[in-house]
């Protein structure tokens, strides 16, 4: 950029902003863009993996019903999200991978525009992560860091291409590793604090590797962005339990991740110790890149959702940390004829403190909807609770609407 397109930039940048400073003395633009719990005391989380989006009514279903297959396509993914959506009502809708089925789509940039309409338009925040499906550059050409570039310029998403703060040492492998704030409500002593912290995180795609032998596998989640992933967890737990008064907590507020392929440690949940079910193996890398063990180290961390097998759903408790799966959404994905396709909840309660007021967070329960014409609810489980009690595989009655 030449001195002088600069110098204009500044004076333009200047006129923009005298407006805002005289109107108000806070930055209304980064308090909207701000997630916050709602006036109920909770921050829902709708999780949608998987949609292996093409190209709309062209795209065959797979995995559906002989009857349905006719009139089966991307669409039915459309309009069960658009669904999905309407019903919870929720804070911020996260997807965590194999969006578009890249090898597939005619038009890469309309089936991103196509796949994520429905969140755009319901004006909800919404954010994303890639699977190992969203990027093909051998096939489409498009780069994965063009793919997140081009989600992050999307409407009402939070979505980042890397955090933008880091030096030169600290630059993080893959795109679309990022984190964010959930401040209390409004009016609250935590109006002003981070009480829940979601960490989203690039698990790549594949790797291939000729020597010393031959090993075909999924890529891992690597020591750069577990370095990253670390430091920010240990600042938010300094502000948090520090300064700014009224409140320094005593514990850290609970941090949540999200990345698209499972970490090995999925396999060690036991069929007896789960809520939901395992009808495949878990696929992940064969590497173990020690996430899980940093995810303890944090002291944050409540629990992990992924997406990736499509036919496992289940929750598990594995060393206080609950790993999750989503299960797949989008109809083009493989699954199981007459097995619903379906999406994870996650509703996150603050405590109501004696003299009347919010407080920290005191619960994370979840459940999950299916796709049939009541969107019926199941699994519904609490996660987490501030009481540390063990209730993990307790069932509360849900409230909401149908
Ligand atoms: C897909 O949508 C069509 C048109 O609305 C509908 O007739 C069909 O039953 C749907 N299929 C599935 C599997 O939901
Ligand atoms: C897709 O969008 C990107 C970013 O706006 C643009 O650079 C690219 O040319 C588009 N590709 C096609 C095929 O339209
Ligand atoms: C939060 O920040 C705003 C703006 O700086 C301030 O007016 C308010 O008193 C703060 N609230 C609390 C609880 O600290
Ligand atoms: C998970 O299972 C593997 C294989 O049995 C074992 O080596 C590992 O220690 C287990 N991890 C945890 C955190 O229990």
């Excluded at 030449?2 to 930055?27: A, E, K, R, Y």
């Excluded at 789509?105 to 890639?130: G, H, K």
Aim: proline share 6%; with cysteine.
């Amino acid at each position: 950029m030449s001195s002088v397109s600069f110098l204009g930039l500044i004076i333009v940048g200047i006129f923009i902003l005298i407006p805002n400073i005289i109107s108000t003395s806070c930055n209304i633009e980064s308090d909207e863009k701000k997630l916050r719990f709602n006036k109920n005391g909770e921050f829902k989380i709708l999780q949608i993996s998987d949609m292996h989006y093409a190209n709309g009514k062209d795209t065959p279903c797979s995995d559906v019903l002989p009857s349905q297959l006719q009139t089966c396509s991307d669409l039915n993914t459309t309009d069960y999200l658009r669904r999905f959506i309407q019903t919870e009502n929720p804070d911020l809708v996260v997807f965590t991978g194999d969006n578009v089925h890249s090898t597939d789509a005619y038009n890469y940039n309309r089936s991103m525009d196509e796949v994520f309409a429905p969140a755009i338009e319901s004006n909800i925040p919404w954010t994303a992560i890639l699977g190992n499906h969203d990027v093909n550059v051998l096939q489409t050409g498009i780069p994965r860091q063009a793919v997140m570039e081009y989600i992050v310029g999307m409407k009402n998403t939070l979505s980042l291409l890397n955090p933008s703060n880091l030096e030169e040492d600290e630059l993080i492998w893959g795109w679309g590793n990022y984190n964010l704030e959930v401040a209390g409500i409004k009016g609250s002593p935590f109006e002003n604090k981070s009480v829940l912290n979601l960490y989203l995180l690039d698990t790549g795609d594949y790797t291939y590797s000729f020597t010393p032998t031959f090993y075909l596998g999924y890529e891992w989640i690597q020591p750069s962005q577990q370095s990253w992933f670390l430091r920010t967890s240990k600042q938010l737990q300094e502000t948090y339990m520090s300064a700014p008064q009224p409140q320094p907590q005593q514990g850290p507020a609970p941090g949540l991740v999200f990345f698209h392929i499972p970490i090995p440690e999925f396999n060690n949940i036991s069929k007896s110790d789960m809520v939901g079910v395992k009808q495949e193996n878990v696929i992940c890398p064969g590497v173990n890149s020690g996430f899980f063990d940093t995810m303890l180290a944090a002291g944050d961390i409540k629990a992990a959702f992924v997406g990736h097998g499509h036919t496992n759903d289940y929750c598990g408790k594995l060393c206080d940390i609950q790993l999750c799966y989503d299960a797949g959404f989008g109809y083009h994905g493989y699954g199981i004829a007459g097995w619903p396709r379906r999406a994870r909840v996650i509703n996150v309660k603050l405590d109501k403190t004696q003299d009347g007021n919010w407080g920290p967070v005191n619960s994370i329960v979840t459940w999950k909807r299916l796709h049939d014409d009541r969107l019926t609810i199941i699994d519904p489980e609490v996660l987490w609770t501030s009481a540390g009690r063990d209730q993990s595989k307790s069932v509360f009655k849900p409230i909401m609407s149908e």
